[in-house]
């Protein structure tokens, strides 16, 4: 196969955009859940810990969140379809991509500096192309074969 090819195939399973979102980032996940034959979406909101493959249809955010006292980490590939939405909360100042050192720390060590953003500017996505301008270029063409 070749890697055009690949690179064909892995672009269409991408969504058409996602947020930018980068560690020290509080963050609310929305993911759909599917239980029997129903379908619902369950929130996770936590810091983001680790960004991997930014730019790759393979693209996944680490979040952590302290729950009932206990640590939970949870991982989402940002271009599944089972991932709805993805907010961003805060903006944190970090000077590394694995924050690590945050499941050592609790209460007031495990607090970030905040950065103040647009939240707004950040959470907006751009919005899809429509695919009636590709199918409006096919007509003509079917016109002039007839």
Same mark, same amino acid.
């Given at each position: 196969?070749?890697?055009?090819?690949?690179?064909?195939?892995?672009?269409?399973?991408?969504?058409?955009?996602?947020?930018?979102?980068?560690?020290?980032?509080?963050?609310?996940?929305?993911?759909?859940?599917?239980?029997?034959?129903?379908?619902?979406?369950?929130?996770?909101?936590?810091?983001?810990?680790?960004?991997?493959?930014?730019?790759?249809?393979?693209?996944?955010?680490?979040?952590?969140?302290?729950?009932?006292?206990?640590? =939970?980490? !949870?991982?989402?590939?940002?271009? $599944? #379809?089972?991932? %709805? *939405?993805? &907010?961003?909360?805060?903006?944190? +100042?970090?000077?590394?991509?694995?924050?690590?050192?945050?499941?050592?720390?609790?209460?007031?060590?495990?607090?970030?500096?905040?950065?103040?953003?647009?939240?707004?500017? =950040?959470? !907006?996505?751009?919005?899809?192309? $429509? #695919?009636?301008? %590709? *199918?409006? &270029?096919?007509?003509?063409?079917? +016109?002039?074969?007839?």
């Amino acid at each position: 196969m070749s890697f055009a090819l690949i690179q064909k195939v892995n672009d269409e399973q991408k969504k058409h955009a996602v947020v930018d979102v980068r560690s020290g980032d509080t963050v609310r996940v929305h993911q759909k859940i599917k239980e029997g034959n129903k379908e619902r979406v369950q929130v996770f909101e936590g810091v983001v810990i680790r960004t991997d493959n930014k730019g790759s249809h393979t693209s996944r955010i680490t979040v952590r969140k302290v729950a009932s006292g206990v640590g =939970v980490e !949870k991982s989402f590939l940002m271009h $599944s #379809p089972l991932v %709805e *939405k993805v &907010e961003i909360i805060r903006r944190s +100042k970090v000077r590394r991509n694995f924050l690590s050192f945050l499941r050592d720390r609790s209460g007031k060590g495990a607090r970030l500096k905040a950065v103040k953003f647009d939240r707004e500017a =950040v959470n !907006k996505l751009p919005e899809k192309p $429509s #695919p009636k301008s %590709e *199918k409006a &270029e096919e007509k003509p063409e079917d +016109k002039e074969e007839k």
